[in-house]
């Protein structure tokens, strides 16, 4: 944008310009022809007519129309010739215009250079403009000096004394003029040096410019290596990603190995557990069996005892005590079965807690050992007091006969409130092993609900896994693509370089030719103008001369 706001600047200057050395060309022009008018009405005016046609006519009074005439056909001559001039430099600056913006558009990394070069190209073409007024002005003077030679030649008689002695006694406003003639030659003289310090400061511009392309191709040079080295580090990146992605695909599967291993112990666990579960039952089946049997056997007692009396109530106290203990190993039995299903449910837990609190279990378990061999420790002293009763009741028998009819009421009393305790353990056993069971079936349930958790959360853990697979493939793509996106960029930048390297310089070589030859053409209007100001000099000293000796 800037490169492009500076060409339409710099083409308007010139535009500009141009417009203002045509403006200047035609008043010039203009002001000469009002000149030559005034000067033939004063000739018209101060002569007097001819009485004889123009051939019979004095050469005194034909040779200054004459002069005049070759004087109008000479400034018409310079003004075609400064038209072709002003023509030529339009079509040189419009053919620099055109190759400084091609430039500028080549090498938008000097727009500054460039613009100072546009500057003092248009300062070298004002300096010749000025120079080419100069060199119009100093024509004006001089047709003036002739002019008003020619006039004085005409009023004043002629000369006595040679042409050098008379130059000494001009008046002061001729020798004005010439001063100022040889003044505007001086100021031409300067132009002229400052033109070449012009052009001078250009060429360096060239070579300072020719310079700062070496720069930057260098720069552009490193650019390309530091750009193939971070193409390196990237492909060396990629490399460790896939390495380590690899490596966490190896870690993923032997997580998912360990996962299965603890489901298959946890499925063995429950299987356990449901056949301690069915043995349980069993086991309450059975109790209620021997319970059922036991009510069948107090009837069998209530329709028994009156009958029997002694003797029948000895064997049902010694079958009670036997059921007892039945029922007491029934007990054991099954708190030893709750005791295993308890571990088992404590394994389940430890793996589930990964196997936090083993020493707690332990500790629970020697404590309920040591209750275990406690109860076993009260039931055989039990067994032993039994043992006691039924030998003193054995001796009572035999030494007492007497005393059992009488305490055979108390006995029965007894024996009708033992079974009345019975029935209310009975009861509460029954009610304990019925909240048993429907805790037993709530962890089930919750067992259950946890399994199906479980399966939830593997396979919540297998779509996200799937998931980064996708996106570490994706990932992968989208490396590989920015890796030929850069390739491709980099082989284009490239060609780009080797272009431009291969045009700069073919570029630089057509502008200096173009300079060169826009520098011949300057100095070859300078010679043109030169040698026109000479022949309008010699043909004015000639016409003044032969005027003069006529």
């Known amino acids: 944008m800037t490169t492009a706001s500076t060409a339409a600047s710099t ?27 005034l000067i033939l009405l004063l000739l018209e005016l101060l002569l007097p007519p001819p009485p004889v046609p123009l051939p019979l006519l004095p050469v005194s009074l034909t040779l200054p129309l004459l002069l005049l005439r070759l004087l109008l056909i000479l400034l018409l001559l310079l003004l ?45 073409l004002l300096l010749q403009q000025l120079q080419i007024l100069l060199l119009l002005v100093v024509l004006l003077l001089l047709l003036l000096l002739l002019l008003i030679l020619l006039l004085l030649q005409l009023l004043l008689p002629l000369p ?57 191709l260098l720069l ?94 000895l064997l049902l106290l010694l079958l009670l005590l036997l059921l007892l203990l039945l029922l007491l190993l029934l007990l054991l039995l099954l708190r030893l079965l709750l005791l295993l299903l308890l571990l088992l449910l404590l394994l389940l837990l430890l793996l589930l807690l990964l196997q936090l609190l083993l020493l707690l279990l332990l500790l629970l378990l020697l404590l309920l050992l040591l209750l275990l061999l406690l109860q076993l420790l009260l039931l055989l002293l039990l067994l032993l007091l ?9 001796l009572q028998l ?23 305790l019975i029935l209310l353990l009975l009861q509460q056993l029954l009610i304990l092993l019925l909240l048993l069971l429907i805790l037993l079936l709530l962890l089930l349930l919750l067992l259950l609900l946890l399994l199906l958790l479980l399966l939830l959360l593997l ?32 082989i284009i930048i490239i060609i780009i370089l080797l272009l431009l390297l291969l045009l700069l310089p073919l570029l630089l070589l057509l502008l200096l030719l173009l300079l060169l030859r826009l520098l011949q053409l300057i100095l070859l209007q300078q010679q043109l103008l030169l040698l026109l100001l000479l022949v309008v000099l010699v043909l004015l000293l000639h016409c003044y001369c032969y005027y003069y000796y006529s």
Request: a neutral charge.
């Open 11 to 37: 083409t308007t200057t010139t535009t500009s310009t141009t417009a203002n050395v045509g403006g200047a060309a035609t008043a010039t022009t203009l002001l000469l022809l009002l000149l030559l008018l």
């Open 80 to 124: 075609l010739l400064q038209l072709l001039l002003v023509l030529l430099q339009l079509l040189l600056l419009l053919l620099l215009m055109l190759l400084l913006l091609l430039l500028l558009l080549l090498l938008l990394l000097l727009p500054l250079l460039l613009i100072l070069l546009l500057l003092l190209l248009q300062l070298l």
């Open 160 to 216: 006595l004394v040679p042409l050098p002695l008379q130059l000494v006694s001009l008046p002061l406003p001729l020798l004005l003029l010439l001063q100022l003639l040889l003044l505007l030659l001086l100021l031409q003289l300067l132009l002229l040096l400052l033109l070449l310090l012009l052009l001078l400061l250009l060429l360096l511009l060239l070579l300072l410019l020719l310079l700062l392309l070496l720069l930057l």
């Open 220 to 313: 552009l040079l490193l650019l390309l290596l530091l750009l193939l080295a971070l193409l390196l580090l990237l492909l060396l990146l990629l490399l460790l990603l896939l390495l380590l992605l690899l490596l966490l695909l190896l870690l993923l599967l032997l997580l998912l190995l360990l996962l299965l291993l603890l489901l298959l112990l946890q499925l063995l666990l429950l299987l356990l557990l449901l056949l301690l579960l069915l043995l349980l039952l069993l086991l309450l089946l059975l109790l209620l069996l021997l319970l059922l049997l036991m009510l069948l056997l107090l009837l069998l007692l209530q329709l028994i005892l009156l009958l029997l009396q002694q003797l029948l109530i």
């Open 386 to 394: 039994l043992l006691l009763l039924l030998l003193l009741l054995l």
């Open 398 to 420: 035999l030494l007492l006969l007497q005393l059992l009819l009488l305490l055979h009421l108390l006995l029965l009393l007894l024996l009708l409130l033992l079974l009345q």
């Open 459 to 490: 396979l919540l853990l297998l779509l996200l896994l799937l998931l980064l697979l996708l996106l570490l493939l994706l990932q992968l793509l989208l490396l590989l693509l920015l890796l030929l996106l850069l390739l491709i960029i980099i």
